[in-house]
């Protein structure tokens, strides 16, 4: 690089000498203009090179205790190579080649943020757990736009950790899981009923609109129909922007985005004035939705916009990666036989039971389904359906020997620790028996986050997933067509999943649950 540099310094200068001799101004138009551009992109280089070396000159300056690293070019950083390996199938590639060089913590420049990397377990735990005056969430500038003042993703401190506590609450409740069990269960047999033998269904889609209907039912208790088409037609549009220019002018994606939320604000606005109509005996008593669980907080900091702030806001971490968590199941029980005998046999085994009993299934039933829960925790760790996290430090940190200045930001990055070999043997194998005895907690698994921010809809997920799968599998046998996982810049697959899916007869079933208790699906 730096004899590019003094090349380009060399022939600049060569140039302008031979110009400055010739006396005329109008030889620069008598060059032969492809001379021009030479001269055009050697003086660019020139300046480039020029900036570079002083940038690097600036960072190694500042390094003391900093991690190694390369903060890359001025201004993008190394926020280039970052997306080329993002949208490649190894998105961890980027991390992989800077540990092998600098180890399991680096600093680097992406997204426009002097960022230290790390995919070292004990380094997460110590971010995770710091409080609001070490380290707070940060997010891309447009995501930053389109959130509430007020929204739980942004907040800090007792507030944030209020509405947590009630929202986590909530979603752990009995009261809850069975509620949305029943809906859960509606939901799926209204989409699978218009199945046909042999019709080709696009798992993807099929889970985003269930998945849908879930999380507006937990939140704001809304049931299919109008307001919910226009409720999802709105949070589409708004969820277009979260990864926009942050260019907030009539027109641009942002600013739609924007009147979208405006949109969705004004129909929840009208839902809380509607409760507030009835009679607080009815409504306060038994929460229905986190509407409920924020409107009967007695204390004073629960203002109608931060309930309407949150209610949109609580939507993004929730709408998207329930239905990829469905869909990535499939995809991975699809391309392990084994694995989706046994849960086959499982589920079976549940619903043969119940039968015998004359009982419906419970949220309790599903989620003791052993097998099952650790097909979506294998899911969990190698799809990585959030890739990491983003937190920016208010003070100078040391961790594990490494500083972290002020105004750095923390890039937690899931996916690398999800595939380490030292952590998980043969961690690009999807193995749902290695979660067999394994206490979830105590290793180095942080799919839903951990700390004060660890996700409150975390055993909605599960539940959900688990519904999708038992239904499934209770139903329809099926072949997946060919289609890949896409990482960048949200986890999804290419073809949206498509499996072409064969109604399970009655006699058939009996057939195959002989067959699998006959077999050992131990790996
Ligand atoms: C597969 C499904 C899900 C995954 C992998 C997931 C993952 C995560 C992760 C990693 C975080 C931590 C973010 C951070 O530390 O900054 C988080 C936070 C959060 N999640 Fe989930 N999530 C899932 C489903 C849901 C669902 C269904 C909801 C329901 C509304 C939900 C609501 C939230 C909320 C509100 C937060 C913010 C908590 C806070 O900052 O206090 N998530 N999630």
Request: with cysteine.
């Amino acid at each position: 690089m730096y004899g590019l540099y003094i090349n380009s310094v060399f022939l600049v200068t060569m140039l302008l000498y031979n110009f400055t001799q010739s006396q005329r101004l109008s030889m620069l138009f008598e060059m032969d203009y492809k001379l021009m551009i030479g001269l055009l992109a050697v003086m660019i280089s020139s300046i480039a090179a020029m900036l570079y070396e002083s940038w690097k000159r600036v960072t190694r300056g500042r390094d003391h205790g900093l991690p190694p690293g390369d903060m890359g070019w001025p201004l993008i950083g190394e926020t280039l190579e970052f997306v080329s390996c993002a949208v490649s199938p190894r998105p961890e590639s980027f991390m992989d080649r800077r540990r092998a060089m600098y180890g399991k913590v680096f600093k680097s420049h992406i997204f426009g943020s002097a960022t230290i990397v790390s995919t070292d377990e004990e380094v997460n735990r110590y971010v995770f757990q710091s409080d609001a005056k070490t380290f707070v969430p940060s997010y891309p500038r447009s995501i930053m736009e389109l959130m509430g003042k007020s929204s739980i993703l942004l907040i800090n401190g007792s507030l944030q950790r209020k509405i947590h506590g009630l929202v986590g609450a909530f979603f752990k409740s009995s009261q809850h899981k069975s509620q949305i069990t029943v809906y859960m269960e509606k939901y799926i047999e209204e989409a699978m009923n218009s199945w046909k033998n042999g019709q080709l269904i696009h798992i993807q889609e099929v889970t985003k609109h269930i998945a849908f209907q879930v999380l507006v039912k937990s939140l704001i208790n809304l049931n299919p129909g109008e307001d919910m088409q226009f409720l999802k037609k709105q949070f589409q549009e708004f969820n277009a922007g979260l990864m926009s220019l942050p260019i907030k002018l009539p027109g641009t994606r942002l600013y739609r985005s924007l009147q979208a939320r405006e949109k969705m604000i004004k129909l929840i606005r009208k839902i809380i004035e509607e409760r507030r109509r009835i009679s607080e005996a009815t409504y306060f008593t038994t929460p229905r939705d986190v509407l409920d669980v924020l409107l009967n907080d007695n204390g004073d900091q629960l203002t109608d916009d931060l309930i309407l702030d949150n209610m949109i806001d609580m939507m993004i971490p929730g709408e998207d990666s329930v239905p990829v968590l469905m869909t990535l199941s499939v995809k991975y029980l699809s391309d392990c036989p084994l694995a989706l005998k046994q849960l086959e046999e499982e589920n079976m085994e549940l619903h043969r039971q119940k039968a015998r009993l004359g009982e419906q299934l419970d949220w309790n039933d599903y989620m003791s389904l052993s097998f099952t829960q650790n097909v979506i925790t294998e899911t969990l760790r190698m799809g990585n359906v959030i890739i990491g996290v983003m937190r920016k430090a208010m003070k100078r940190v040391e961790i594990k020997g490494y500083t972290i200045p002020k105004g750095w930001c923390v890039f937690m990055y899931f996916r690398s620790v999800h595939l380490d070999g030292n952590n998980y043997a043969d961690p690009y194998k999807f193995n749902p028996w290695r979660w067999q005895d394994k206490d979830i907690g105590t290793c180095s698994f942080t799919a839903f986050g951990g700390g004060k921010r660890l996700c409150p809809g975390m055993d909605l997920a599960r539940l959900e997933t688990s519904i999708f799968l038992h239904q499934f599998v209770d139903r329809f046998r099926w072949v997946a067509e060919d289609d890949s996982i896409i990482n960048f810049p949200t986890v999804r697959m290419k073809k949206r999943m498509p499996v072409r899916v064969h109604k399970k007869e009655e006699k058939n079933l009996n057939h195959l649950v002989e067959t699998i208790n006959k077999q050992s699906y131990r790996q």
